[in-house]
């Protein structure tokens, strides 16, 4: 179940509540009991971070190049170094 952030714009109580995508907007504030409170706008809650990430992972992205960076004409990299 996804959790959403809320905020109540009487009070200012901020609360990460866990519901269901279905579950109606929550509008009471827990604090204050005023009808101020509002589902805010945040980040997603996941990152895709190192390289544990495959070409097969995604069927349909093309595979990375195994070229070396930098230009043909460079002695380095044309083999004349």
């Known amino acids: 179940m996804p959790i959403y952030e809320y905020r109540c ?3 200012g109580t901020q609360k990460d509540v866990m519901q ?3 579950d109606a907007v ?3 504030c827990p604090h204050c009991e005023q009808e101020a409170f509002t589902k805010q706008l945040s980040a ?3 990152q895709l971070k190192g390289n544990g990430y495959y070409a097969t992972d995604f069927k349909n992205a ?3 190049k195994s070229e070396p960076s930098g230009c043909s004409s460079c ?3 044309s083999g004349n170094a």
Request: glycine share 6%; hydrophobic share 50%; proline share 11%.
């Open 9 to 11: 714009s009487a009070c």
């Open 20 to 22: 269901k995508m279905s």
């Open 26 to 28: 929550l509008t009471t």
């Open 44 to 46: 997603a809650g996941f």
């Open 62 to 64: 093309p595979a990375a």
């Open 75 to 77: 002695p380095a990299m």
